[in-house]
């Protein structure tokens, strides 16, 4: 680690007073040293991590981390302050804070001995001898492993030592505590078993938190007397557990933020599914856990299968966030049929017109030779895809609320949903039903015998057949009245009303730019749609989403076009693609300017957002097709007008975000964002990651 930190990156007097004053504090000692190209960049980066979870942890530590395009080799800075700075831990400020920053490419070695380091600061000793160590050098040596940071009589130095880096490149440790006889000792009997658990720990960065974690579940087992081997699966890649380990296991714990790979190789066991924090800040508490369920024979009836929401998170979690979590795993399942069926009928009406939709089946009728024939075949394949819709929304909410047992009574319910006209609402209430039909299925103790059948045979059947039973005859009716009584309210608005109406949805699209509140105007949008003949409301609607999703990207390229000096280099970068994305109506191309300047690029893209989608209500323009931006502009009622619409809500976004950048004070000493100085080098600049919606 002799190149990754010296004393020129240690401040034992951070004078900061919040996070982002120390992780630019630190950053710009990485500056000095070359290590960094570009401050502010590298900083959107970090802020960017921060926003996925807050890196605080119990204990005083505060490690703010990324991996960015703009650190040119793997680098800490340390940092030391009295009074503390909240980095969002349970109980209270950090005031041990170190800066790690990762190469975009960095190299498995270097990944390694930030991974030892990551373990080290579960160590008491260590981050004692942090806190009392009386200068910038020895700091850094303590760091390095180079000064031992327990007494002179401990030869357990808890510095980062080359036998840790040799045990986490390994990707999998084993600790056990069950050893206390000597081994050349011979027991007079044959010692009872110890508990037995596997566990996985992996986190959205893969540098710290997943080692941490680990860490402090092995500490954990050693004092409760379990064997505990741990699979961290990090940036410098993993390891798997031996399969024989995984089948003699009693429990596992996962402890991650991000999907766990391979999860199918640990059905079957007592299983706590938590966040990576709950395993760094209460790992006795999980290991109690697993334990219990292990000996009320809790285990997993099929494989836990990493869904896309990975519906375990931190104790105590809402039922609203669980409720957002389960309604959008239906909804980012349902999106690709949407797209790939929407663009097919568009594609079929572009080619055929508009009465292709009363062509006949082209299994009876397609002539090879003729336009309106391969119309009709696409315009039939999107139907098909169309009628996925429903019932994808409704199987995969019930996946994201009780895994794979929830498909097949989510799927059949969202298939009666459509056969008695119950539409998009009826989707969420059979997803909602049947994931808590099979989870309470699920809570049934079940003879060891039958478990083998359960996934297969008995919860498919009886969640399949009480699912189908409430929505035939108890809520199905009142649910399809409610979608009919919401479509003629729709059909009716005009005036006033359909253009607050877009300006809500205008709101809506670029709120958070391809999350949760997004989506949800997205798919209200796309439900209209998605029958064979949508009535002119529901495609003014489509239209108006459409059109302001495209406004953030578009704007920001617009912006970074005249005013380039108010970003920095990689801003001026992205701004190039967002030209692109946000004509294809991929409202994600405004997220690295979203995470570097939240509070005016939110705002501003919510106005011109806004102004769009009235604007577009207001001209009366129509969408047939869900996707596409421009490239649909054919298929789009009162064209003209709708491409003045977006032109406008694009302009105002883009005046919005120059005037607050403008306003922007200077820091005093550092260059501005588009200055010579904070540019990367050529062979460091380029287009930023897009941080996931």
């Known amino acids: ?112 001995i930030l991974s030892s380091l990551a373990r080290q600061l579960m160590n008491a000793e260590f981050t004692a001898a942090l806190r009392s160590v009386g200068d910038a050098g020895a700091a850094a040596a303590l760091i390095r492993g180079e000064e031992p940071a327990a007494s002179d009589g401990d030869e357990d130095s808890v510095a980062v030592s080359a036998a840790a880096s040799a045990e986490t490149a390994t990707g999998s440790t084993a600790s056990s505590a069950t050893s ?40 954990a087992g050693r004092e409760a007397g379990v064997e505990i081997a741990v699979e961290t699966q990090g940036s410098a890649g993993f390891t798997r557990l031996d399969p024989a380990v995984i089948e003699a296991a009693d429990g596992v714990i996962f402890a991650h933020d991000v999907p766990v790979r391979d999860k199918d190789r640990f059905a079957g066991k007592a299983t706590v599914d938590t966040g990576v924090k709950a395993a760094i800040n209460r790992p006795g508490e999980l290991i109690t856990e697993v334990r219990g369920k292990a000996a009320r024979g809790e285990v997993t009836s099929a494989s836990p299968g990493a869904t896309p929401v990975e519906r375990g998170g931190e104790p105590g979690e809402g039922y609203g966030t669980k409720l957002r979590k ?32 009363k062509a006949p089946s082209v299994m009876d ?33 019930a996946y994201g609320m009780a895994d794979r047992p929830g498909l097949v009574p989510g799927f059949v319910g969202g298939s009666i949903a459509l056969t008695i006209n119950a539409g998009f609402l009826g989707g969420l209430a059979a997803g909602l039903i049947s994931g808590a039909v099979v989870m309470a ?18 919860i498919p059947l009886i969640s399949s057949a009480v699912v189908g039973f409430l929505m035939f005859v108890v809520i199905g009716k009142p649910i399809a009245s409610a979608q009919k009584a919401m479509t003629d309210w729709l059909s009716g608005l005009s005036g006033a009303n359909a253009v607050l109406l877009g300006a809500l949805l205008g709101l809506m699209m670029c709120f958070d730019l391809g999350g949760p509140v997004n989506k949800v105007a997205y798919a209200f949008a796309t439900a209209g749609i998605a029958v064979s003949d949508p009535s002119d409301s529901a495609m003014k609607i489509m239209a108006a989403v459409m059109a302001a999703g495209m406004v953030p990207p578009l704007a920001m390229a617009l912006a970074t076009t005249v005013r380039g000096r108010l970003f920095n280099a990689a801003e001026r970068e992205n701004g190039k693609a967002a030209w692109v994305l946000g004509a294809s109506f991929i409202s994600e191309g405004a997220i690295p300017f979203a995470a570097a300047d939240p509070l005016r690029v939110i705002p501003s893209s919510m106005v011109g957002g806004a102004l769009t989608g009235a604007l577009s209500m207001a001209f009366g323009a129509t969408l047939r097709a869900p996707h596409g931006g421009i490239f649909v502009v054919p298929l789009i009622g ?25 306003l922007r004070k200077q820091a005093p000493g550092t260059a501005a964002p588009g200055s010579g100085d904070a540019a990367p080098s050529a062979s460091t600049a380029g287009t930023k990651e897009p941080v996931a919606a």
Not at 12 to 31: G, H
Not at 86 to 91: E, H, L, S, V
Not at 387 to 392: A, D, E, H, W
Not at 441 to 458: C, D, H, K, N, S
């Open 441 to 458: 299925i699920q809570r049934v103790r079940i003879p060891a015998a039958l478990r083998g059948i359960m996934p297969v045979v008995v």
């Open 1 to 112: 680690m002799s190149d990754m930190i010296t004393a020129d990156l240690v401040d034992l007097d951070l004078s900061a007073d919040t996070k982002e004053a120390a992780a630019r504090a630190l950053a710009e000692r990485m500056v000095a040293q070359g290590r960094v190209t570009d401050l502010e960049g590298f900083l959107a980066d970090v802020a960017a991590r921060e926003a996925q979870m807050p890196t605080g942890l119990d204990g005083g530590i505060g490690i703010p981390h990324c991996r960015s395009e703009h650190v040119t080799e793997p680098t800490l800075a340390f940092g030391r302050s009295a009074p503390g700075i909240d980095f969002g831990a349970a109980d209270g400020p950090a005031d041990l804070i170190f800066l790690i920053a990762a190469p975009a490419g960095a190299d498995d070695a270097h990944l390694t």
């Open 638 to 662: 009162n064209p003209l007008l709708y491409l003045v619409a977006i032109a406008a809500g694009v302009c105002v976004t883009t005046a919005l975000v120059i005037v607050l950048k403008g």
């Open 365 to 397: 009728h397609f002539v090879w030779s003729q336009a309106d024939s391969w119309a009709a075949l696409l315009f039939q394949i999107g139907g098909v895809a169309f009628g996925f819709l429903v019932p994808v929304l409704a199987g995969y909410i």
């Open 326 to 357: 389960w309604l959008m795993s239906g909804v980012s399942y349902m999106v690709p049929f949407v797209a790939a069926g929407g663009l097919l009928i568009a594609l079929g009406f572009a080619i055929g017109g508009y009465e292709i939709n």
């Open 180 to 219: 206390g006889v000597e081994s050349d000792e011979t027991p007079s009997a044959e010692p009872e078993r110890p508990f037995r658990i596997v566990a996985v720990t992996s986190c959205p960065t893969g540098i710290a938190h997943t080692y941490m974690a680990a860490e402090s579940l092995e500490n």
